[in-house]
């Protein structure tokens, strides 16, 4: 019996996570659930799991939602409601499905618990990476990861020395706007925007997939997840998302992780490591997928991913702000209040006006996260 916390349980990745759960009967104990704002579906999911704590994003929203929940649930809400779902059950694995850097504090106390994390919530890597692995070695606990990518080359390097490596490389969908020039990204919606081609996916990933920052960030998380530095780690454009990642070894193998796009298999895996349960995922027919297409990374095309390779090389709180700034400017596209392109002008600006502090503690961390959302939001 797996027992199993779950913080961003009402997403994407979330509801997935539960999916794998509920084809795995007697496999799982569901000890926790957080989400955010939906408590409708909440509901449903806490008299569904049972879970012993569960936590929303507001006093007002627990309120609401008490009435509804089986008797004996201990109701928590906000960051501290976060971190009691996250640190204090007895869960010994916690899914972080939680999206943006609003997941760290929950993370870093999950660790400092002693539970292995089922890692999706890229940005806690991105954000701090530095502190987060280092408590992770601490403690003896795994991050293992559920982003398909880095889910491919941990199932690539499984068994093999890292110091073979000669680079690892994630693949890019290129996103809903791929096949767009640079003039024809200044007149593009957010309904086009959310349009990916290959995954259903929550909002926030999927413009991340556009502006290709998604791939910036997950360059920065496979190099805290990995130990590799960043010329080892490189992106290839491959538009069918067939082949999630690969690895070539210092005599020239090549190893790659391939299977139809379905979140659930990753996520079953970082549940299911080292073994291998049966799923419910459909074949790869490559007979029928006929030919996979791959082409060089454009660099000026899509400015992002160069910016996270810079901030990566930098490091401190350099990639903390390239996310948080990112975060307000997809949540003010989203609103419209800002147009596509403008989401790359703001983090740019606001890197541009960050003086970079080198090996920041936590305190660090929130303080430049905090800085760079306020000018996010003030440009
Ligand atoms: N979706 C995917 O296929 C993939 C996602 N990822 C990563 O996984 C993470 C989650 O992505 P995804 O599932 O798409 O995102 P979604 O937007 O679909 O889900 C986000 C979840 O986080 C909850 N949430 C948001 N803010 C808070 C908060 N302040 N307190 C508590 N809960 C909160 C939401 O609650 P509510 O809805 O109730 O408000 C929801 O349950 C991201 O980091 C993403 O990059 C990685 C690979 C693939
Ligand atoms: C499914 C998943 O892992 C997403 O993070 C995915 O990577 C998005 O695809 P692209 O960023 O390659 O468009
Ligand atoms: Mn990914």
């Known amino acids: 019996m797996k027992k199993i916390a779950l913080i961003g349980s009402t997403g994407s990745i979330g509801t997935q996570t539960l999916d794998v759960v509920r084809q795995h009967p007697g496999q ?22 049972r879970p012993k704590k569960a936590s929303v994003a507001t006093k007002e929203l627990a309120e609401r939602v008490r009435p509804q929940l ?43 618990a002693g539970k292995h994390i089922a890692l999706a919530n890229k940005e806690t890597l991105v954000t701090a990476g530095h502190l987060v692995t280092k408590a992770a070695k601490r403690k003896g606990v795994a991050l293992l990861p559920v982003d398909s990518e880095h889910s491919a080359i941990f199932q690539c390097l499984n068994g093999e020395r890292i110091e073979e490596v000669r ?17 024809q990204l200044q007149n593009v919606t957010v309904e086009d925007a959310l349009k990916h081609p290959n995954w259903s996916m929550g909002a926030k990933v999927t413009i991340d997939s556009a502006t290709m920052v998604n791939k910036g960030l997950e360059v920065i ?3 805290w997840l990995f130990g590799l530095p960043y010329e080892q780690i490189g992106v290839l454009l491959h538009p069918e998302s067939i082949i999630h990642s690969f690895v070539e070894y210092r005599d020239g193998s090549v190893i790659a992780q391939l299977g139809t796009p379905d979140m659930r298999v990753p996520i079953q895996y970082a549940l299911s490591y080292p073994r291998r349960w049966p799923s419910e995922a459909k074949s790869l027919s490559l007979a029928e997928v006929g030919k996979l297409h791959f082409r060089e990374m454009d660099y000026t095309r899509f400015p992002c991913l160069r910016l996270a390779f810079e901030c990566g090389k ?59 959302r306020n000018m996010a939001e003030s440009l």
């Open 28 to 49: 799982f104990e569901v000890e926790g659930l957080a989400a955010g704002g939906n408590i409708e579906l909440f509901a449903e999911q806490v008299n569904r799991f």
């Open 70 to 112: 089986p008797q004996g649930v201990e109701l928590y809400y906000g960051e501290q409601g976060l971190i009691e779902v996250a640190a204090g059950t007895e869960a010994d694995t916690v899914v972080t499905a939680i999206v943006g850097s609003a997941g760290l504090p929950a993370t870093i106390a999950a660790i400092e």
């Open 167 to 183: 680079q690892i490389t994630l693949t890019a969908s290129g996103g809903s706007f791929r096949d767009l020039t640079r003039e």
């Open 221 to 223: 998380e496979a190099h």
């Open 314 to 372: 930098i490091g401190g709180t350099a990639t903390c702000v390239y996310n948080a700034a990112n975060e307000v400017a997809v949540a003010r596209f989203l609103k419209g209040n800002i147009s596509f392109l403008q989401i790359e002008t703001i983090i740019e600006t606001v890197l541009s006006k960050h003086d970079v502090q080198e090996k920041p503690d936590l305190e660090g961390i929130r303080f430049a996260d905090r800085w760079a």
